[in-house]
């Protein structure tokens, strides 16, 4: 069975400062992973996915996520984050399925 | 990137009602789409897979005589909550898989309100 776990469900920061949101997954084989972001009310909107090759993959928004094999970890981070990042963040794996399996989702707020 | 409408974004409804939310990949063909339930501050859990012109094929747990699902077209599928209870309350969620591609993109939700 594939699961994705996401350890913080709240995670406070200042504006300008870094980010890092976790993500970790249990599956048999190499997952597809990726990241979500949802503001409140809205859908989900895809940040970035790591499909094979390049451990640290760029989304949009300047994040940046990084696959370690090692640690089953797909974590998330930003260098410097701004007030409109405050949303909730899903990290989510597929096998190459259709089913597609979210971690809890990481509550971002964003302190002026 | 590729647009995915769902309709109507709120809806609130008498308990014993059915509703019927709509799916529609606006600018893309989806042979493929997926509908979600998301409950207050948790995660999405997939309720079914839906496919153009078959059956869907439903998650354990969901029941598909309460949840019809119809995916009619390669732009739209629609999900049908009959006999709405306060209890299926939810944030309801679909995304829909390009032919193209196979990327995946996701609507806007539908929040449904059962009284």
């Known amino acids: 069975a594939q699961s994705v776990t996401q350890p913080d469900i709240h995670i406070t920061v200042s504006e300008g400062a870094s980010l890092e949101l976790r993500c970790n997954y249990s599956y048999g084989a190499t997952p597809y992973l990726f990241w979500y972001v949802q503001s409140p009310g809205q859908g989900l909107q895809l940040l970035l996915k790591y499909f094979s090759g390049d451990t640290l993959v760029q989304g949009i928004k300047g994040f940046e996520a990084e696959f370690k094999r090692s640690q089953s970890s797909f974590n998330l981070r930003k260098p410097s984050v701004h007030w409109s990042d405050a949303a909730e963040y899903f990290c989510a794996l597929t096998g190459g399925g259709n089913k597609l399996t979210f971690g809890t989702g990481t509550q971002l707020k964003v302190e002026l | 990137g590729a647009v995915v409408s769902q309709h109507p974004s709120r809806v609130i409804c008498k308990s014993g009602t059915s509703v019927k939310i709509e799916c529609r990949s606006l600018d893309f063909q989806a042979t493929t789409m997926f509908w979600y339930r998301q409950f207050p501050k948790q995660s999405l859990m997939l309720m079914a897979t839906s496919n153009e012109g078959s059956k869907a094929t439903y998650e354990q747990g969901v029941e598909k005589d309460k949840f019809l699902i119809n995916h009619a077209s390669l732009t739209l599928s629609t999900l049908t909550v009959t006999s709405a209870h306060p209890e299926d309350s939810s944030f309801y969620i679909c995304?829909?898989?390009?032919?193209?591609?196979?990327?995946?993109?996701f609507g806007e939700g539908s929040r449904l309100t059962v009284l």
């Open positions: 995304s829909a898989r390009t032919v193209n591609t196979g990327e995946l993109f």
